[in-house]
């Protein structure tokens, strides 16, 4: 029989052990082993069996043992002092409190977040990222107010048919046995059409110093189609993703906006939009204002003054769009919101092509700071969303990058983290010393890195004996895994989402090739693998079941390994066991990936193709570079060729290096590399360098932007609004009407100067509404400017009545060879943050560079 309803009956905590139930509840717990030492204390058997899981554990402990632990005097000091650590950790200023002018809060809205396993509310990048946000922001003391859907089902977890396929499950989570709490007496509505009203409850995780509010529809208000509204992540159709939207973006806002209330946390200045999915949060906050009294546009300048979108996809297909019908039903008709029309609505979403409803783009219209997630992830997405900004070259697209990074604490094993703490204690305090990683001994590391691999080869064999029995095997068959794997093998991992792009079997392109290595007699490898693949993915599971078919075989069976239900436990395993972090991504499809920071951070090399993070800080010593046929546009031929150069290197340099033992059986040309990738990429790819990089560069000038504008009761707001209006309406107008040169002969040379000046009809325009300036340098073959450099030209003289003002500028001519230059009229003012805020730029009617010469 099925229960129809369940929820979890909360252990009473005798007084004296009070403080535990504050530890449990704050998931510092999660990077903080100290506390979950104390936890295991309360009943070492028992908190294995509950996969360290302190709410089970609370819930699962036997009444007479806490009260033996209520008058177990030595316990009571140790859970006094991890109270009192915790309380210092949540009040004593850090890094930010030393910024001044600082936003007073920032809002950061994810659809999925990866804190903890035991909070099982994330599918793969995106949420674990934004987990280590959080808890990078908690660490700098970055006041973060994060929003989120507290799904029911969370994600699904993962085994295998006995003929390899993926089957999905997808647990029934009671937020009564999760870290949570109740927001009380609060309740978030969400108009729908049909005169419907979605409501929810809140949920508050807190991650240390920052709550995370998880709105949840399973409430007795709501009809049976909205209570599962927050069924699952990522699951249903296109209306029931709407709805998830709906709630995250709007009844986001609202859910902080009653937290505010009830707690007296301040309001966010910043609002920070991960993803489209947030999208319509701008959208709400535009409402907010209006019915203030402002107009759309007006709001949408102030909105947009304190909002940050990040992309995190260069796959197009990865782009959240609806159809446009469906956001006409919901924001027109008879839940339209008095004060924002629908049109405005549909034209912040509209893409080239019709009818279509792009939550990126929306995204961006209504950020007035965007960023990818790696140098090349920025400069890929400056290419797909240029359209956005016509006539601007590709590099003044306004869309910038901050590099990913992890949240050590979370992914390095403890003994480095003793280790590091030890040795480097700069590193852990001021995140400074990473140099000195080369004084440790060779011995010590290896001797930890032996320890970590060991207990990933434990851990795997126990997995895979649970997976072989669920796929149908009795123990008397499964002798064989007690020696599958090695603790003394070089060892592989390849662990992530299954999307095709990842290219999950790309080592299986040829079989014996693979085969041999694994098998070397001299120098073998092992392989453990794991990954999910989206429900409705039929290509991913077909590439699960491939791996899973040839890590079957009888012969390969000890040395390549599937482990199902990849979450952030067996990460955990796989980033610091594993010797080898292998990644092959189709180049640039990977934003920026993750999992190989967390690997580099404990001591393992990356071996991966030059893409998303990798690109930017492969060095040539710190690991390996898959060659990409990024050229070749057959996709089996490419497969072919990067799988040829994957094969090679580790056969030829992987290999070698791990195995050479020439120097009293330690492998020091490869703890050579160990250290500089250490002492290199330590520093770079931590969340604390990420997130000191969005507060400097993103959160505290969209907070001084949206200050500026709301200063005087939004007066700036409205001017700027106003004056968008006026260049919007005058610029078809704008031309430049003549450029003369003079400085230089019929034989320029290198060192002379270009005296330019240009004649710029302006329509109604002032010359204060406009920057006009000189873009010279080096030409292409087709008279493009390549790399220009930029001088703005000064006003000459007042404009005329006729509407025309000229410009003057002196170029220097600095280099040999092509040169070109061309003058082009932007809008000017002090509240844009870049050169393409409006979209709208003049250049001449001529192509550049009407005067192209070559300088000797
Ligand atoms: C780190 C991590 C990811 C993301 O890894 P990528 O390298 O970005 O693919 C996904 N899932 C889990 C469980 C992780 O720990």
């Not at 009956?9 to 004296?16: D, F, H, K, Q, W």
């Not at 936890?39 to 806490?66: I, K, N, S, T």
Request: hydrophobic share 40%; glycine share 10%.
């Amino acid at each position: 029989m099925r229960a129809i309803r369940r929820f979890t009956v909360r252990t009473v905590l005798p007084a004296e052990l009070a403080a535990l139930g504050e530890l449990v509840h704050n998931l510092r717990w999660s990077w903080h082993p100290e506390t979950t030492d104390l936890f295991a204390e309360v009943d070492p058997a028992l908190w294995r069996q509950v996969g360290h899981d302190p709410v089970a554990l609370l819930g699962a402990v036997d009444p007479a043992r806490l009260r033996e632990l209520a008058a177990d005097r030595r316990f009571l000091r140790r859970l006094a002092d991890a109270a009192d650590d915790l309380r210092e950790y949540m009040t004593a200023p850090r890094w930010y409190q030393t910024l001044s002018d600082a936003p007073r809060a920032i809002a950061y809205f994810s659809p999925e977040y990866g804190l903890a396993a035991a909070l099982p509310q994330y599918s793969g990048g995106l949420g674990i990222l934004a987990g280590d946000h959080l808890k990078a922001a908690s660490d700098l003391g970055v006041p973060i107010l994060a929003v989120g859907l507290l799904y029911r089902h969370g994600y699904f977890t993962q085994s295998l048919s006995p003929e390899g396929w993926q089957l999905e499950h997808y647990p029934s989570l009671d937020p009564g046995g999760l870290p949570l709490s109740l927001l009380k007496d609060v309740r978030v509505r969400v108009g729908l059409p049909g005169r419907r009203t979605l409501h929810a409850q809140v949920w508050v995780a807190q991650a240390g110093r920052v709550p995370l509010l998880l709105l949840d529809s399973d409430v007795a208000e709501n009809d049976a189609a909205a209570r599962d509204v927050t069924d699952r992540l990522y699951g249903g159709g296109t209306d029931h993703r709407l709805m998830q939207e709906l709630l995250l973006g709007i009844g986001g806002v609202r859910a902080i906006r009653a937290y505010c209330e009830s707690t007296g946390h301040p309001e966010p200045e910043v609002f920070h939009t991960n993803e489209g999915h947030a999208g319509f949060l701008g959208l709400e906050r535009i409402r907010e204002l209006t019915e203030a009294r402002l107009s759309f546009d007006e709001a949408l300048e102030a909105v947009r003054a304190g909002t940050v979108f990040t992309t995190h996809t260069p796959v197009p297909a990865g782009i959240d769009r609806f159809p446009a019908e469906m956001i006409e039903r919901q924001f027109g008709g008879d839940t339209a919101w008095p004060t924002v029309p629908v049109e405005r609505i549909l034209a912040l979403g509209a893409e080239a092509e019709p009818g279509v409803f792009n939550m990126a783009i929306m995204g961006m219209r209504l950020a007035q700071r965007v960023n990818g997630v790696s140098e090349l992830h920025g400069e890929v997405s400056r290419g797909m969303f240029q359209t956005l900004w016509p006539g601007f070259d590709l590099d003044e697209v306004p869309i910038g990058s901050i590099t990913n990074g992890v949240h050590a604490p979370t992914w390095v094993g403890r003994e480095l983290m003793e280790l590091a703490g030890r040795e480097l204690p700069t590193l852990i305090e001021r995140a400074q010393g990473w140099e000195g990683v080369q004084k440790i001994s060779d011995a010590e590391i290896w001797e930890i890195r032996g320890i970590l691999r060991r207990r990933l080869v434990e851990s795997a064999r126990a997995r895979m004996r649970t997976s072989w029995r669920a796929r149908g095997s009795s123990d008397a068959e499964l002798g064989w895994i007690d020696e599958a794997l090695d603790p003394d093998v070089l060892t592989i991992g390849f662990a992530r989402r299954v999307p095709s792009y990842k290219r999950l079997t790309l080592m299986l392109s040829d079989p014996d090739r693979l085969r041999s290595l694994l098998l070397d007699p001299v120098k073998p490898i092992q392989i453990i693998i794991a990954g999910k693949a989206h429900p409705a993915d039929e290509g991913g599971k077909k590439l699960i079941q491939q791996i899973v078919t040839f890590a079957d075989e009888e012969d390969v069976r000890h040395r390549i390994v599937f482990l199902p239900d990849y979450d952030m436990a067996l990460g955990q395993e796989l980033v610091q066991g594993c010797d080898v972090w292998l990644n092959n991504p189709l180049r640039p499809l990977e934003a920026s990936g993750t999992s190989g920071m967390k690997s580099a951070l404990n001591g393992g090399l990356n071996l991966s193709i030059r893409d998303g993070w990798w690109d930017e800080w492969y060095d040539g010593t710190n690991g390996w570079a898959i060659p990409t046929a990024d050229g070749v546009t057959d996709p089996d031929r490419r497969d072919e060729l990067e799988a040829a150069g994957l094969y090679d290197l580790i056969e030829h340099e992987v290999a070698d290096r791990f195995y050479d033992r020439a120097g009293e059986g330690l492998p020091r040309r490869w703890l050579e590399m160990v250290k500089h990738t250490l002492a290199t990429l330590g520093p770079k790819v931590l969340a604390g360098r990420m997130l000191r990089d969005y507060v400097v560069g993103l959160y505290a000038p969209a907070a001084a932007s949206a200050r500026a504008l709301s200063a005087d009761g939004y007066g700036p707001a409205k001017s700027f609004a106003a004056w968008r209006l006026r260049v919007n309406q005058a610029w078809p107008a704008v031309r430049v009407e003549h450029v003369e040169a003079a400085g230089v002969g019929d034989t320029p040379e290198v060192g002379a100067s270009l005296d330019l000046r240009a004649t710029i009809a302006l329509g109604d325009l002032d010359p204060a509404d406009v920057a006009v300036e000189a873009a010279y340098g080096r030409v292409g073959p087709h008279d493009e400017l390549i790399s220009p450099r930029y001088l703005e030209l000064a006003p000459d003289g007042p404009g005329g009545d006729d509407g025309r003002a000229h410009y003057t500028g002196t170029i220097p001519l600095d280099r040999t060879g092509a040169f070109g230059y061309t003058v082009r009229v932007l809008p000017s003012h002090p509240m844009a943050c870049s050169k393409a805020e409006l979209g709208l730029i003049a250049v001449p009617e001529e192509p550049a560079g009407m005067t192209n010469g070559t300088l000797r």
